[in-house]
């Protein structure tokens, strides 16, 4: 097997050496390796290879342990799900479960799953494979860095194999959005048991999952590898290999698409759509199922006062600082959830933008410095990058007596230095996974501080969180959900700043690509005329 990826990895480095990629601004370690291939040869595989550039590496790619988008892009074209979203919507459908049934009492899930299913590594998928992936996301054995092992399987008490095809799992208590949960690019993609066994219960550089592409290689800072598995279950890929290449510059990305060394690129901005058009490429646009905001750290001073929080977010004129980053490709937020979720409600209104009461009340409160933590790469919400909006924000601090440093990181780091908890104001976002309400309000439930940055801890918050898991869908729900916003608003936990237009740049002769809703991209149908 690494005899053949090695073959694959040298072929493809041709790819890359004539379509130019490999000299985009850095260095490509194989990229001179085939340099006497020849010309008609490279030129097929070039044709039969979709390139992706985006801003960074992966966090990594075991569906387990990473929470980012990058590494979610990567994920979905290697792993699946015992359910799936359809191709516009997060409507469920099955996946590597072909139906199930539910309890009356909504405690009790059964799935039977699809026959003659393999891992990618020739493992039989099946009930008992199912219950390790979950299992090991489940007390004792999920550890801190499952990082959205809560989100999926929280509710979960145990799974039991039926037989070889049907598997059940059991909850505590009834979860409306647990068939949601299952189709999630994190915590929910199946893994093969025998990869878990062999790489220490981490497959994050090893990935084996049952979709439409394998994993070849990971070089990092330049690109992961994959190619398509001919002995997929379904309708095998279109295109041979996919290249996810990674250029942290957003103009360098633009370049790479322009001169046709990258296929289609993410992380855009408003300031390169017209390069791109003119160019005789194409941009790709949809409502954004996100949110771009500034969380204040609850558990210190000075923002443990709520009227600190409040006075810092009336120093700031988010409609003004959104037209100025992203020039009509984002909307100010009024709201943490998008316009489309359950549970939205126009009547919510954040901290309004009074310079004048922003600057008595930080100096009444001795407020004159503050540290901000940032990150330096685009995100799909905050495509000027984090830098860029950290440094606006620093701007408007300034007009009412207070000074801002600023620490940036690259994403990797920046998620460490999340974690650890030193700042007084960090930049973060989310990009929906499931379309459910509770996937956003949530965020400031967790107890995981990557998760609830704000690391706010609100007893009657946290009941109503609790109370919107068990209640069926519908008016009653959409309450629960409006109240958690006003109590959010009415505390100042986040300055929610803007929900951003999904701009994806492409070659005119790709197509049939699926930039999907919940930030992830499938390529298994994508291909080059």
Same mark, same amino acid.
């Given at each position: 097997?690494?005899?053949?990826?090695?073959?694959?990895? %040298?072929?493809?480095?041709?790819?890359? #050496?004539?379509?130019?990629?490999?000299?985009?601004?850095?260095?490509?370690?194989?990229?001179?390796?085939?340099?006497?291939?020849?010309?008609?040869?490279?030129?097929?595989?070039?044709?039969? #290879?979709?390139?992706?550039?985006?801003?960074?590496?992966?966090?990594?790619?075991?569906?387990?342990?990473?929470?980012?988008?990058?590494?979610?892009?990567?994920?979905?074209?290697? =792993?699946?799900?015992?359910?799936?979203?359809?191709?516009?919507?997060?409507?469920?459908?099955?996946?590597?479960?072909?139906?199930?049934?539910?309890?009356?009492?909504?405690?009790?899930?059964?799935?039977? %799953?699809?026959?003659?299913?393999?891992?990618?590594?020739?493992?039989?998928?099946?009930?008992?494979?199912?219950?390790?992936?979950?299992?090991?996301?489940?007390?004792?054995?999920?550890?801190?860095?499952?990082?959205?092992?809560?989100?999926?399987?929280?509710?979960?008490?145990?799974?039991?194999?039926?037989?070889?095809?049907?598997?059940?799992?059991?909850?505590?208590?009834?979860?409306?959005?647990?068939?949601?949960?299952?189709?999630?690019?994190?915590?929910?993609?199946?893994?093969?048991?025998?990869?878990?066994?062999?790489?220490?219960?981490?497959?994050?550089?090893?990935?084996?999952?049952?979709?439409? =592409?394998?994993?070849?290689?990971?070089?990092?800072?330049?690109?992961?590898?994959?190619?398509?598995?001919?002995?997929?279950?379904?309708?095998?890929?279109?295109?041979?290999?996919?290249?996810?290449?990674?250029? /942290?510059?957003?103009?360098?990305?633009?370049?790479?698409?322009?001169?046709?060394?990258?296929?289609?690129?993410?992380?855009?901005?408003?300031?390169?759509?017209?390069?791109?058009?003119?160019?005789?490429?194409?941009?790709?646009?949809?409502?954004?199922?996100?949110?771009?905001?500034?969380?204040?750290?609850?558990?210190?001073?000075?923002?443990?006062?709520?009227?600190?929080?409040?006075?810092?977010?009336?120093?700031?004129?988010?409609?003004?600082?959104?037209?100025?980053?992203?020039?009509?490709?984002?909307?100010?937020?009024?709201?943490?959830?998008?316009?489309?979720?359950?549970?939205?409600?126009?009547?919510?209104?954040?901290?309004?933008?009074?310079?004048?009461?922003?600057?008595?009340?930080?100096?009444?409160?001795?407020?004159?410095?503050?540290?901000?933590?940032?990150?330096?790469?685009?995100? /799909?919400?905050?495509?000027?990058?984090?830098?860029?909006?950290?440094?606006?924000?620093?701007?408007?601090?300034?007009?009412?007596?207070?000074?801002?440093?600023?620490?940036?990181?690259?994403?990797?780091?920046?998620?460490?230095?999340?974690?650890?908890?030193? =700042?007084?104001?960090?930049?973060?976002?989310?990009?929906?996974?499931?379309?459910?309400?509770?996937?956003?309000?949530?965020?400031?439930?967790?107890?995981?501080?990557?998760?609830?940055?704000?690391?706010?801890?609100?007893?009657?918050?946290?009941?109503?969180?609790?109370?919107?898991?068990?209640?069926?869908?519908?008016?009653?729900?959409?309450?629960?959900?409006?109240?958690?916003?006003?109590?959010?608003?009415?505390?100042?936990?986040?300055?929610?700043?803007?929900?951003?237009?999904?701009?994806?740049?492409?070659?005119?002769?790709?197509?049939?690509?699926?930039?999907?809703?919940?930030?992830?991209?499938?390529?298994?149908?994508?291909?080059?005329?």
């Amino acid at each position: 097997m690494k005899g053949n990826k090695r073959v694959l990895a %040298l072929a493809l480095s041709a790819v890359l #050496t004539l379509t130019g990629l490999a000299g985009c601004g850095q260095s490509d370690k194989s990229a001179g390796s085939t340099a006497g291939a020849s010309g008609g040869g490279a030129k097929s595989r070039a044709q039969d #290879t979709i390139i992706y550039a985006q801003g960074a590496d992966p966090r990594g790619l075991d569906p387990a342990l990473v929470d980012d988008g990058e590494s979610g892009k990567v994920i979905v074209n290697i =792993y699946e799900g015992l359910l799936k979203y359809s191709k516009d919507s997060t409507q469920i459908e099955p996946s590597l479960a072909e139906k199930w049934d539910i309890s009356d009492d909504g405690l009790t899930y059964t799935f039977y %799953l699809r026959k003659g299913v393999k891992f990618q590594d020739g493992t039989d998928f099946n009930a008992e494979a199912v219950k390790i992936n979950i299992d090991r996301q489940l007390p004792p054995k999920v550890t801190e860095d499952m990082v959205y092992a809560g989100f999926v399987f929280g509710s979960v008490k145990n799974v039991e194999v039926v037989d070889d095809l049907t598997v059940k799992i059991n909850l505590t208590a009834p979860s409306t959005p647990f068939l949601n949960n299952l189709a999630m690019c994190m915590g929910a993609p199946m893994i093969s048991p025998k990869a878990l066994e062999e790489n220490g219960n981490n497959v994050n550089e090893h990935p084996v999952g049952t979709g439409p =592409y394998t994993f070849v290689s990971w070089t990092k800072g330049q690109n992961i590898v994959l190619k398509r598995n001919d002995n997929y279950w379904g309708e095998k890929a279109v295109t041979t290999n996919v290249i996810f290449k990674f250029i /942290p510059d957003n103009s360098a990305r633009v370049v790479a698409l322009n001169n046709g060394e990258a296929d289609i690129i993410d992380g855009i901005d408003a300031t390169v759509v017209q390069q791109i058009e003119g160019s005789g490429n194409k941009i790709y646009k949809a409502q954004g199922m996100n949110i771009n905001y500034l969380a204040y750290n609850t558990t210190r001073a000075p923002f443990n006062d709520v009227k600190v929080r409040t006075a810092i977010s009336q120093a700031i004129n988010v409609p003004e600082l959104v037209q100025s980053l992203y020039q009509g490709y984002a909307e100010p937020a009024t709201s943490v959830l998008p316009t489309f979720i359950p549970g939205y409600d126009a009547s919510i209104a954040q901290v309004a933008f009074d310079q004048a009461a922003a600057k008595a009340a930080l100096a009444g409160a001795g407020v004159s410095k503050l540290h901000i933590i940032t990150y330096t790469n685009p995100r /799909p919400y905050n495509t000027a990058n984090g830098q860029a909006l950290a440094e606006a924000i620093q701007g408007y601090l300034k007009n009412v007596g207070v000074t801002a440093t600023i620490d940036a990181f690259d994403w990797t780091t920046y998620k460490e230095k999340i974690k650890a908890g030193d =700042y007084d104001i960090c930049f973060y976002g989310w990009i929906g996974d499931n379309g459910d309400p509770d996937n956003f309000m949530n965020l400031m439930a967790d107890k995981d501080p990557r998760m609830n940055v704000a690391r706010y801890d609100n007893a009657a918050y946290k009941e109503l969180i609790a109370k919107g898991l068990t209640v069926p869908n519908g008016d009653e729900r959409n309450k629960i959900y409006t109240d958690l916003e006003k109590l959010a608003a009415k505390e100042a936990v986040w300055l929610p700043i803007s929900h951003a237009t999904t701009l994806v740049g492409y070659r005119s002769n790709v197509k049939d690509f699926n930039y999907h809703t919940t930030g992830v991209i499938f390529l298994s149908e994508a291909s080059k005329d």
